[in-house]
């Protein structure tokens, strides 16, 4: 009865960590519909000349958790969103661009790149940002 007993909390137990699981956004976008993400560098350098702004890239991976703790830790912060509509913002998924990460030698994830508007980098921030440290950094 014991081992029964054991089974039944370890099937609920996993099913609640599933279930979790399932909550987490899978999708960047998802959760940070409220910045204007673009997803093509050369159209949001297009956009920062015209602006006369910088580009700030986060290049991530959808299996990244350090990535979806950015967003939706830093990237939802009001003070974040704040400072981070200076920028134009562009999102690359680096798994499916290694030229990409390759040029702009991005070796972990999340990064953060900031360039100007012709694309010259200017600065790398790698690894998870808390909101205080991203708008000190950026």
């Not at 299996?63 to 912060?77: A, I, V």
């Not at 999102?91 to 900031?114: A, H, W």
Request: with cysteine.
């Amino acid at each position: 009865m014991k081992i029964g007993l054991i089974v039944i909390i370890g099937l609920v137990l996993l099913g609640l960590v599933f279930a979790a699981f399932m909550l987490i956004p899978t999708d960047k976008n998802e959760s940070s519909k409220s910045l204007n993400w673009h997803t093509d560098l050369n159209s949001a350098l297009n956009t920062a000349q015209n602006s006369n702004k910088l580009v700030l890239v986060d290049v991530y991976a959808p299996w990244c958790g350090w990535c979806k703790e950015m967003d939706k830790n830093t990237f939802q912060n009001p003070q974040v969103q704040q400072k981070l509509s200076n920028y134009v913002l562009v999102r690359v998924n680096g798994d499916d661009n290694p030229d990409f990460t390759r040029k702009y030698q991005v070796y972990s994830y999340p990064t953060i790149l900031i360039m100007d508007s012709t694309g010259n980098l200017i600065k790398t921030i790698t690894g998870y940002q808390d909101p205080e440290d991203f708008i000190n950094m950026i």
